[in-house]
């Protein structure tokens, strides 16, 4: 018989409730038995519903109070040496500090957070293990066995959940002198004998083992890794039965690694590596399982069911009912939780869509055609098969205009007509400004004060016009303020955007969003991505009412900012029935009519960021330069319809430049806002060595922390760039946005950075 599985759960719940508690007790407003509590709830709720919906094979451990890739650092006791952690098990306070830093307060030092990045190519972000040569591993963490138990005291026997050896080393990185990170293998595979002993030991059946690595071009050395490491985890627990699950990807030249290995059962991605079944099959050896990833643990839409089950008989048809498992592609992470939250999606969109619970059903339901005959499941699957079909003919989804118009873009609208240096040029009479002009990336913070109006205005509590006056006196505040300290390029701070992705969506036709469908992004941070179901365009300007009103309060210009399309594409759920770049072009289309209004209205400066230009490379290289064209095309087609003396800005959120350099030089931005203050200005290296044409401004104030960075200090990031980039092409500005950060701290660190500015200044 086949077997209903799923890999990993949402874990915020479904108001949230795992951020609320998690943010109270950061300030110390309740215990830590009462956040473990809530944690506890919010574990047994998802064991009870996965149950309740059908599911066997139910995870473990996949729940975490921060990230899972942290929880494995702690049961390695992988902790560096600045956190001056001396405990036998890794106490919550250390827990947090790798994961916020300590920020000095209290009389404690000041000590950094392990550093942040995405998981994958998804908009999920770990925080990263950080190895010294010396590094040593040792059980630290009871948590996997922990919540295995907690599970079985409450009637669940799980499968639980590991990250893969081979993958967590592989996601960390090497501090001191550079050496192997598979030269620490043999240290930490003692560790996970021993917590796949305690797993046996306690009574686990399987084991679910992590190892999404096998999806990325891996090197020989590596890929030689997977046989020996797991031979010794099979021998170590022999009655344990283990599953590799790999995901996000098709294994390819893996393949045949991933089948010698020594383990019970193999997980593979069957929605992002649709093609690899027929060569699974024919590679899985005579006694592995195999879970198929038939539902997609990424997207929000509903399976369409008759393709799925066609999948299923494939391999039924080679290796038997009897070794197969229907599960999700991936961790259900990645979507939200349920879609009966949702009241104010009307029914036809709905019909289409599945969230993390409604694909526990559809999971079920697979299960049960292939078990007990599709007559079992007749009604459901011509349910299903109406709303596929619904979906395909829909006139919502197909809108001949949109069509028409991306199909008649030309050459020229992807062109400015002028090139950079006489653009420069133009600019410069016409704008004024100062050698490094000083700026900010566009938002400014986000007090409570600001959510409770917008949640108050959502609510009805207070009308239109009384939440328009409120946002119109935060822009009047945040502009009056940047005239005070000197700034010379304002921006209006973005006050009535709920988040830079989700405020366009809410506007866009084409575009649905929800009111309860949080994903977790990093921490007890959440995202609410915003449904791309149909063809995209603009009904009315978007942001002008606001840029408009901002830029008649000063005589300086005033910067308009707007979300490009491809991280609009980036971190929304997009639809699966046209290629990306379609899509992607649409919305480009969208902003660029945004930007020609924006022009219009007497916008001498317009912003459009791209923060997830380079988070959408796809996994494997060679399939980087398809990618690149079709984004940089789209950023080209939002921006290149304006004047030649309209300044085009862009803005992304990382520093690793050196293999897409060539892209962003193609976008053609005349001015480029960079993360760089962590990495200390190495980025300005890359701007070096490709001798980047246009106008820089390399972060000098990281926002990611409270502290305020001192005039000094940004003064001499200035310098250090200026022999980097020419000092007239140079811009002086924050890493990013402001809008996680409190008034107080910005307050102090722009003006020292206005100053820095100034003095640097002096000295061309
Ligand atoms: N992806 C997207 N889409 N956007 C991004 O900015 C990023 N940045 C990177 C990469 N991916 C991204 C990740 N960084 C937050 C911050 C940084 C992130 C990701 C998320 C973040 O702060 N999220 C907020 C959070 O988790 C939610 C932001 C939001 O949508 O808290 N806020 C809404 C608003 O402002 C809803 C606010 C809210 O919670 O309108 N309201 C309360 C409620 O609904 C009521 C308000 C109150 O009384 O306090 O309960
Ligand atoms: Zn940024």
Same mark, same amino acid.
Request: with cysteine; proline share 5%; net charge negative.
């Given at each position: 018989?086949?077997?209903?599985?799923?890999?990993?759960?949402?874990?915020?719940?479904?108001?949230?409730?795992?951020?609320?508690?998690?943010?109270?007790?950061?300030?110390?407003?309740?215990?830590?038995?009462?956040?473990?509590?809530?944690?506890?709830?919010?574990?047994?709720?998802?064991?009870?519903?996965?149950?309740?919906?059908?599911?066997?094979?139910?995870?473990?451990?996949?729940?975490?109070?921060?990230?899972?890739?942290?929880?494995?650092?702690?049961?390695?006791?992988?902790?560096?040496?600045?956190?001056?952690?001396?405990?036998?098990?890794?106490?919550?306070?250390?827990?947090?500090?790798?994961?916020? !830093?300590?920020? !000095?307060?209290? !009389?404690?030092?000041?000590?950094?957070?392990?550093? *942040?990045?995405?998981?994958?190519?998804?908009?999920?972000?770990?925080? /990263?293990?950080?190895?010294?040569?010396?590094?040593?591993?040792?059980?630290?963490?009871?948590?996997?066995?922990?919540?295995?138990?907690?599970?079985?005291?409450?009637?669940?026997?799980?499968? %639980?959940?590991?990250?893969?050896?081979?993958?967590?080393? @592989?996601?960390?990185?090497?501090?001191?002198?550079?050496?192997?990170?598979?030269?620490?293998?043999?240290?930490?595979?003692?560790?996970?004998?021993? &917590?796949?002993?305690?797993?046996?030991?306690?009574?686990?059946?399987?084991?679910?083992?992590?190892?999404?690595?096998?999806?990325?071009?891996?090197?020989?050395?590596?890929?030689?890794?997977?046989?020996?490491?797991?031979? +010794?985890?099979?021998?170590?627990?022999?009655?344990?039965?283990?599953?590799?699950?790999?995901?996000?990807?098709?294994?390819?030249?893996? @393949?045949?690694?991933?089948?010698?290995?020594?383990?019970?059962?193999?997980?593979?991605?069957?929605?992002?590596?649709?093609?690899?079944?027929?060569?699974?099959?024919?590679?899985? %050896?005579?006694?592995?399982?195999?879970?198929?990833? @038939?539902?997609?643990?990424?997207?929000?839409?509903?399976?369409?069911?008759?393709?799925?089950?066609?999948?299923?008989?494939?391999?039924?048809?080679?290796? =038997? %009912?009897?070794?197969?498992?229907?599960? %999700?592609?991936?961790?259900?992470?990645?979507?939200?939780?349920?879609?009966?939250?949702?009241?104010?999606?009307?029914?036809?969109?709905?019909?289409?869509?599945?969230?993390?619970?409604?694909?526990?059903?559809?999971?079920?339901?697979?299960?049960?055609?292939?078990?007990? =005959?599709?007559?079992?499941?007749?009604?459901?699957?011509?349910?299903?098969?109406?709303?596929?079909?619904?979906?395909?003919?829909?006139?919502?989804?197909?809108?001949?205009?949109?069509?028409?118009?991306?199909?008649?873009?030309?050459?020229?609208?992807?062109?400015?007509?002028?090139?950079?240096?006489?653009?420069?040029?133009?600019?410069?009479?016409?704008?004024?400004?100062?050698?490094?002009?000083?700026?900010?990336?566009?938002?400014?913070?986000?007090? +409570?004060?600001?959510?409770?109006?917008?949640?108050?205005?959502?609510?009805?509590?207070?009308?239109?016009?009384?939440?328009?006056?409120?946002?119109?006196?935060?822009?009047?505040?945040?502009?009056?303020?940047?005239?005070?300290?000197?700034?010379?390029?304002? &921006?209006?701070?973005?006050?009535?955007?709920?988040?830079? /992705?989700?405020?366009? =969506?809410?506007?866009?036709?084409?575009?649905?969003?929800?009111?309860?469908?949080?994903?977790?992004?990093?921490?007890?941070?959440? /995202?609410?991505?915003?449904?791309?179901?149909?063809? /995209?365009?603009?009904?009315?300007?978007?942001?002008?009412?606001?840029?408009?009103?901002?830029?008649?309060?000063?005589?300086?210009?005033?910067?308009? *900012?707007?979300?490009?399309?491809?991280?609009?594409?980036?971190?929304?759920?997009?639809?699966?029935?046209?290629?990306?770049?379609?899509?992607?072009?649409?919305?480009?289309?969208?902003?660029?009519?945004?930007?020609?209004?924006?022009?219009?209205?007497?916008?001498?400066?317009?912003?459009?960021?791209?923060?997830?230009?380079?988070?959408?490379?796809?996994?494997?290289?060679?399939?980087?330069?398809?990618?690149?064209?079709?984004?940089?095309?789209?950023?080209?087609?939002?921006?290149?319809?304006?004047?030649?003396?309209?300044?085009?800005?862009?803005? *992304?959120?990382?520093? #690793?430049?050196?293999?897409?350099?060539?892209?962003?030089?193609?976008?053609?931005?005349?001015?480029?806002?960079?993360?760089?203050?962590?990495?200390?200005? #190495?980025?300005?290296?890359?701007?070096?060595?490709?001798?980047?044409?246009?106008?820089?401004?390399?972060?000098?104030?990281?926002?990611?922390?409270?502290?305020?960075?001192?005039?000094?200090?940004?003064?001499?990031?200035?310098?250090?760039?200026?022999?980097?980039?020419?000092?007239?092409?140079?811009?002086?500005?924050?890493?990013?946005?402001?809008?996680?950060?409190?008034?107080?701290? &910005?307050?102090?660190?722009?003006?020292?950075?206005?100053?820095?500015?100034?003095?640097?200044?002096?000295?061309?």
């Amino acid at each position: 018989m086949a077997i209903a599985s799923v890999l990993g759960f949402p874990r915020i719940g479904s108001r949230r409730e795992l951020k609320k508690a998690v943010e109270v007790f950061w300030k110390g407003e309740v215990t830590e038995d009462q956040l473990q509590r809530t944690a506890q709830d919010l574990r047994h709720a998802n064991w009870r519903l996965q149950r309740e919906h059908g599911i066997e094979h139910i995870p473990a451990n996949d729940f975490s109070l921060y990230d899972q890739v942290l929880d494995t650092t702690a049961m390695l006791g992988a902790i560096p040496e600045r956190f001056s952690w001396r405990g036998n098990t890794v106490d919550l306070d250390t827990y947090f500090a790798m994961a916020r !830093g300590n920020s !000095g307060a209290a !009389g404690e030092a000041d000590i950094a957070p392990l550093e *942040m990045t995405k998981w994958f190519d998804t908009n999920y972000h770990y925080l /990263v293990p950080e190895f010294t040569s010396a590094q040593n591993f040792r059980l630290a963490s009871q948590k996997p066995i922990e919540e295995f138990e907690e599970a079985k005291q409450a009637g669940v026997l799980t499968r %639980p959940v590991l990250i893969g050896p081979l993958t967590y080393l @592989l996601l960390g990185k090497c501090l001191g002198e550079p050496f192997d990170r598979l030269s620490l293998l043999d240290r930490v595979l003692p560790v996970y004998e021993q &917590v796949l002993q305690a797993f046996s030991a306690a009574g686990a059946q399987w084991i679910q083992i992590d190892e999404p690595a096998l999806v990325l071009d891996l090197e020989e050395e590596v890929r030689s890794a997977f046989q020996p490491a797991y031979e +010794r985890l099979s021998a170590s627990a022999p009655e344990l039965s283990i599953l590799v699950a790999t995901y996000f990807g098709e294994l390819a030249e893996n @393949l045949e690694t991933a089948c010698r290995l020594p383990i019970a059962g193999l997980h593979v991605d069957l929605v992002h590596g649709a093609g690899q079944l027929e060569a699974v099959l024919s590679t899985l %050896p005579g006694a592995m399982h195999l879970s198929l990833g @038939l539902v997609d643990g990424r997207n929000i839409w509903r399976t369409d069911l008759d393709k799925a089950l066609s999948l299923a008989r494939q391999a039924e048809l080679r290796i =038997g %009912p009897d070794r197969m498992l229907i599960a %999700p592609s991936c961790s259900l992470l990645h979507c939200p939780l349920d879609l009966d939250l949702e009241e104010t999606l009307d029914g036809e969109l709905r019909s289409w869509l599945a969230f993390a619970t409604q694909k526990l059903d559809e999971i079920a339901l697979l299960t049960r055609a292939l078990n007990e =005959g599709e007559a079992t499941v007749a009604q459901e699957l011509a349910a299903n098969r109406e709303a596929m079909a619904s979906r395909g003919k829909s006139r919502r989804v197909h809108q001949p205009e949109v069509r028409s118009r991306t199909a008649a873009v030309t050459l020229e609208m992807l062109r400015r007509p002028l090139s950079y240096a006489e653009r420069a040029r133009l600019q410069r009479e016409k704008l004024k400004l100062p050698l490094l002009p000083t700026t900010t990336i566009g938002s400014f913070p986000q007090t +409570r004060e600001v959510r409770r109006a917008r949640a108050d205005f959502k609510a009805g509590r207070i009308d239109t016009a009384e939440y328009e006056q409120f946002i119109q006196r935060q822009i009047e505040e945040t502009v009056r303020f940047q005239e005070e300290i000197g700034l010379d390029v304002l &921006v209006h701070g973005e006050a009535e955007r709920n988040d830079m /992705v989700e405020y366009f =969506g809410e506007q866009l036709e084409g575009f649905a969003f929800t009111r309860h469908g949080w994903v977790q992004s990093y921490g007890s941070r959440c /995202v609410k991505p915003p449904i791309i179901y149909g063809d /995209v365009s603009r009904p009315r300007p978007m942001t002008v009412q606001w840029l408009k009103y901002a830029q008649a309060l000063s005589p300086k210009p005033v910067k308009g *900012m707007l979300t490009g399309p491809v991280t609009i594409l980036q971190w929304s759920f997009v639809r699966n029935d046209q290629p990306y770049e379609t899509t992607c072009r649409q919305i480009a289309l969208a902003i660029r009519d945004e930007v020609a209004d924006l022009e219009a209205a007497g916008i001498s400066m317009i912003q459009i960021d791209e923060a997830a230009l380079r988070e959408g490379l796809p996994l494997r290289k060679r399939d980087w330069a398809a990618y690149l064209e079709w984004a940089v095309e789209s950023f080209r087609l939002a921006s290149s319809g304006v004047r030649n003396d309209t300044q085009i800005h862009t803005h *992304m959120c990382y520093s #690793e430049f050196h293999d897409i350099f060539q892209a962003i030089t193609e976008m053609d931005a005349d001015v480029i806002s960079i993360e760089s203050s962590r990495s200390r200005m #190495e980025l300005l290296q890359s701007f070096e060595d490709f001798d980047y044409p246009n106008e820089i401004g390399p972060g000098i104030y990281d926002i990611h922390s409270p502290r305020v960075p001192s005039r000094e200090e940004m003064a001499s990031l200035l310098r250090l760039a200026s022999h980097a980039v020419k000092p007239e092409r140079l811009w002086a500005n924050p890493d990013c946005g402001l809008k996680t950060r409190g008034w107080p701290e &910005v307050r102090e660190s722009l003006a020292n950075m206005v100053h820095a500015a100034q003095e640097v200044r002096a000295e061309f």
